[in-house]
């Protein structure tokens, strides 16, 4: 008599090593992120949109949307969507070309970075993982400042630099609950640092010297999601939430002072907790006709007014964002097609009310995204591209302007990684 069973093993590629490898190497370095805000002074620094090729291209929305041949890093329970044959490799770069403006000054500059890198799998048919490396908050920002000698209308100018930013190694699981229903958490670790300069300029009272003052992030941090879905002939509707609860970051708060010959005067060190994130919640709605299109549209808001910061008591207000995200397929995709007409287009749109309130004003970010999906050999892996062109903030009651344009080449790579194996 024959018997026949199957395994399902793990064939791993070299891409699939080399890129864990530069996540773990980025794990322990970190890197620079494509800010260049002065609003990042405030809080933990800009906020960054999570989101990896295919989401870049349709604004950043999709939090109803499920994994397939790409991650979605918007919403933890979409992992369940994966091949369950297929490892997902995601890595990707992003450039910046800006434009600040005032009403007395003008400034243009170009800066650009590697941007985020992830994998994902499925463990079994019900449960599957991702885990990766993603911005959360960026810093970078010079502003001049006059101060005063306190007791005294003595006045001297400091120069205060800002650079740095916090990363997530993200690890996260979904188990799919039924035929329409999953949920999913990711588990992060937070590093980086975030360093202000005060550079003093000497007066009669007040002699020259460079204050530090820098925070070493290394804190834990927990978002959830939600997906459930239901078909219509060919095409299926999704809901999507997501949640992250308040959450404190541990840092340790470090202070040098040095005199005119940068020789260290003075040093002060502490750990800390004063750098917070309020409550997060998203809701998305999605709709999909496979081959066809993807319509995204996500909803976000966090607390931020109940968030207090030292020095920045009434900086903040809640933050509402709203995304509207377009991919479509114009042609049936075949071998023998004309090469555009296998290209996924994709478009978007984003409306910020953010959490900063300065002069009573809340600072808003608008931007529309235009982006393409260029399929690999075997129209599985897909490159990906999108220009995001928007503006940051106003010019009046003598604040700062931020137009921008954001470049993003990603690469979406699925490799056949597992296989079944048959015995007799």
């Known amino acids: 008599m024959m018997h026949t069973s199957s395994l399902k093993a793990f064939k791993p590629s070299y891409i699939t090593l080399i890129i864990t490898a530069i996540l773990f190497l980025n794990v322990n370095s970190g890197w620079a992120q494509n800010t260049v805000s002065p609003y990042s002074v405030y809080g933990p620094g800009e906020i960054q949109s999570r989101g990896f090729g295919t989401n870049q291209g349709m604004g950043g929305a999709g939090i109803a949307l499920k994994s397939g041949n790409f991650i979605n890093s918007l919403n933890p329970a979409s992992y369940v969507g994966m091949d369950s044959l297929r490892i997902i490799s995601e890595f990707g770069i992003a450039a910046k ?71 997530q190694f993200y690890f996260g699981n979904a188990v799919k609950l039924g035929k329409h229903l999953s949920l999913g958490a990711n588990l992060s670790y937070m590093f980086g640092s975030l360093t202000q300069d005060e550079a003093i300029q000497a007066t009669a009272v007040v002699p020259e010297m460079l204050i530090t003052r820098i925070d070493y992030m290394r804190s834990l941090y927990v978002d959830f999601g939600l997906q459930t879905n239901f078909k219509v002939d060919k095409t299926e509707y999704s809901l999507g939430l ?50 066809k299109y993807k319509i995204a549209l996500d909803y976000v808001y966090q607390n931020w007014s109940g968030v207090h910061y030292p020095n920045q008591q009434d900086e903040f207000n809640d933050m509402h964002k709203v995304v509207l995200g377009l991919e479509v397929n114009p042609w049936e995709k075949r071998a023998v097609n004309a090469f555009f007409k296998n290209w996924t287009y994709r478009m978007g749109f984003d409306y910020v009310n953010s959490y900063l309130k300065l002069d009573n004003s809340s600072i808003i970010k608008k931007s529309a995204t235009l982006g393409v999906g260029i399929p690999l050999p075997g129209m599985i892996s897909d490159v990906n591209f999108s220009v995001k062109g928007g503006v940051n903030g106003t010019k009046a009651n003598k604040l700062v302007q931020e137009k921008y344009l954001v470049f993003n080449l990603g690469f979406s790579l699925n490799e056949i990684a597992f296989v079944r194996r048959k015995f007799d």
Request: hydrophobic share 30%; net charge negative.
């Open 242 to 291: 997501t949640y992250a609860p308040h959450q404190k970051l541990n840092s340790k708060h470090v202070i040098n002072v040095y005199d005119y010959n940068y020789s260290l005067i003075e040093t002060d060190e502490e750990d800390l907790d004063y750098l917070s994130v309020p409550d997060v919640a998203g809701i998305g709605l999605g709709m999909v006709n496979p081959g």
């Open 97 to 167: 070309a800006y434009n600040l403006s005032s009403y007395q000054s003008n400034q243009n500059g170009f800066t650009g970075n590697l941007s985020h890198i992830g994998i994902g799998f499925k463990y079994t048919r019900w449960l599957a993982g991702s885990f990766g490396v993603v911005p959360f908050s960026t810093i970078n920002y010079t502003i001049v400042k006059d101060n005063y000698v306190e007791g005294l209308n003595s006045p001297y100018v400091s120069t205060y630099t800002g650079s740095g930013g916090i990363s």
